[in-house]
């Protein structure tokens, strides 16, 4: 859904180093869901999270990467020291915060080279 | 935990055929909602139809509908008149509302690749 909007759409980084992706949820969502699909899987759920608070991260691997949700600002997924593993599309979906649908960004590509 | 099952990584059909797209679950929940999402080469994911799943009616959505068979867990997809665009991968997913009305996150299948050949 074009009201969700992840930045960037495409990643290129190197070993080692930190990506950083955005998450700007639809307006009056207060609730974001973080997923990965992997090449060959299908999506896998990272963290849901909502603002200042992370709810469930049970999905999130335990080392290298963190999840925020601020009050001001978009929602952040950060992965540390990159290895080409990482390599993925990560999406984003809001939702209002219960008895909805959730609504996908147009995700992020990451490449890790 | 929820699981949601798709059991054809790929399908192709010639264009203006009608492709059904299965899709099997298992949940303890009773109230829930499950979704179809297609996701073209955009890698945009856009939601094609959802079923309540205290609603008996199947939901339709102009070509796409499903047969929503609560008893067997089972959830397809049935594409009508297929067209070119409706080449894309294929989720389908779940999701638990407590009682509280809380959501709990979306499960997805693996995804089916879907083929329309002209």
């Known amino acids: 859904n074009a009201g969700v909007m992840q930045n960037p759409r495409h990643l290129v980084r190197r070993r080692g180093q930190e990506a950083r992706l955005r998450c700007s949820p639809m307006?009056?969502?207060?609730?974001v869901y973080w997923y990965r699909q992997l090449p060959e899987e299908g999506l896998k759920f990272m963290v849901y999270l909502q603002k200042e608070n992370i709810i469930d991260e049970s999905g999130m691997p335990k080392e290298r990467f963190s999840a925020e949700f601020p009050k001001e600002g978009p929602s952040i997924l950060r992965i540390q020291q990159v290895v080409r593993g990482d390599s993925a599309a990560y999406f984003c979906?809001?939702?209002?915060?219960?008895?909805?649908?959730?609504?996908f960004g147009q995700g992020t590509r990451l490449t890790v080279v | 935990a929820q699981t949601v099952t798709q059991s054809q990584p790929e399908m192709s059909v010639q264009e203006a055929e009608t492709v059904t797209l299965s899709c099997t679950y298992d949940t303890s929940e009773s109230n829930y909602y499950l979704f179809w999402y297609k996701q073209p080469p955009s890698r945009q994911m856009i939601l094609v139809i959802r079923q309540e799943a205290y609603k008996q009616q199947n939901a339709t959505e102009n070509r796409f509908s499903v047969n929503f068979q609560k008893a067997a867990k089972s959830f397809s997809l049935k594409i009508s008149d297929s067209q070119l665009g409706d080449t894309a991968m294929y989720f389908c997913?779940?999701?638990?509302?407590?009682?509280?009305?809380?959501?709990?996150?979306?499960?997805f299948g693996k995804g089916t690749h879907l083929i329309i050949q002209p």
């Open positions: 997913a779940f999701m638990a509302m407590y009682s509280g009305g809380g959501a709990d996150g979306l499960t």
């Open positions: 307006k009056g969502h207060s609730h």
């Open positions: 979906a809001s939702v209002a915060g219960a008895n909805t649908e959730a609504f």
